[in-house]
């Protein structure tokens, strides 16, 4: 190839260089002037400012707690049976009804036992009239003491009967022993029982009502009675409650400990048998920091508040911060790690939050100057 070729293409090269450098630095200008546009049209746009109530974490004293399901017990609660066979005369077992104490629930025949009652009476009669005539013979000397003696053990063989006879008249006569609600029961008249047979249950109807419920081997060793828990019956609020009992005795299996408790003021908040959730405090009462509970917002990354402060210029600004959460008490969350007591965070209305934007307390609140 000649020099002269050479050095046209050379000059083509350089030729495109050139074009391509005078392109990139026109290009680049018009982006910078570009840019200078929007930040002036930005300059001019008025700053985003969200409305939100505001709340003071505060300072309370919180106890921990664990949860365990407990079981209602009714303070007196027993399976009816009857102690004697018999035919059933008459059933007042309507499920449900609260019964009086003495009130007759089942009556079984005792025609053949009232017959036997009457015959004993008069037998009992006839030898209480023959022990006075033979004591006032034997006031005479007509009789001697044995013969005396005699008639009156006849006497009292007569009123042991009666007595026999009566208790048996009794038994087959079931009455409900305190003040309770029938359970479900099958049982007629004209049915023929034999001995123990389960007729019904009866729960006892009684302003207080016991809770049982189980913890671990740990939490019962720091519970003692008259310790104060919290029972919740499904969405209703805390009712509580006093131990009055701790099992001395650990599941070797479970290892757990059964604890009862009273509610003393609990009448039909719950049926004997349901589920309960039982709050069981865990040591002493310490202070802990509370927000409310519109106030934790779930994230990818965790619970976080957004913390209310003002920047150098006086604008108040939210700051995200992430916290560690713990249990719900009434409307307020425990934090136990990331807000102190005393700083400022948005409630209602966090949600519109992010880093740094620019916010309006609506409640009057101020917020602390400087912020973390």
Do not use: C
Request: net charge neutral.
């Amino acid at each position: 190839m000649s020099g002269k070729s050479r050095s046209r293409r050379w000059i083509g090269s350089a030729g495109l260089l050139g074009a391509i450098v005078v392109s990139a630095g026109a290009l680049s200008a018009w982006k910078s002037a570009a840019i200078r546009e929007a930040e002036a049209a930005a300059a001019d746009q008025p700053q985003l400012v969200e409305s939100v109530t505001s709340a003071v974490a505060a300072e309370r004293m919180h106890r921990e707690t664990t949860t365990s399901i407990g079981t209602v017990v009714a303070l007196r609660s027993i399976t009816l049976r009857n102690e004697v066979a018999g035919l059933v005369r008459s059933v007042a077992l309507t499920p449900g009804r609260v019964v009086e104490v003495g009130e007759v629930l089942v009556a079984l025949d005792v025609s053949v036992e009232q017959a036997e009652l009457r015959a004993q009476e008069a037998e009992a009669a006839l030898a209480e009239t023959m022990l006075g005539r033979l004591e006032r013979l034997r006031e005479g000397g007509a009789v001697s003491q044995e013969e005396v003696d005699q008639a009156r053990a006849q006497r009292d063989v007569a009123l042991a009967r009666i007595a026999r006879t009566q208790a048996i008249i009794d038994r087959k006569t079931i009455r409900a022993p305190f003040r309770a609600r029938i359970g479900i029961a099958d049982v007629h008249p004209g049915q023929y029982l034999n001995e123990g047979t389960q007729l019904t249950s009866l729960q006892g109807v009684d302003d207080s009502t016991h809770v049982d419920f189980a913890v671990s081997q740990q939490v019962a060793s720091g519970l003692s009675e008259g310790q104060r828990v919290d029972v919740v019956v499904g969405d209703a609020a805390a009712i509580p409650a006093r131990i009055v009992a701790v099992d001395a005795l650990i599941d070797p299996v479970t290892r757990n400990a059964m604890v009862r408790a009273r509610m003393s003021d609990a009448s039909g908040v719950a049926a004997p048998g349901a589920s309960v959730r039982v709050l069981v405090p865990l040591g002493p009462a310490r202070p802990a920091v509370v927000v409310p509970t519109t106030a934790v917002r779930k994230g990818p990354a965790g619970d976080h508040v957004f913390v209310l402060a003002r920047d150098p210029e006086g604008q108040t600004r939210a700051r995200m911060r992430h916290v560690q959460s713990g249990p719900v008490v009434g409307d307020e969350v425990v934090i136990t790690h990331g807000v102190e007591a005393g700083e400022l965070v948005a409630a209602q209305g966090s949600f519109k939050l992010f880093e740094s934007v620019a916010v309006a307390v609506t409640d009057g609140t101020q917020a602390a100057g400087g912020g973390r």
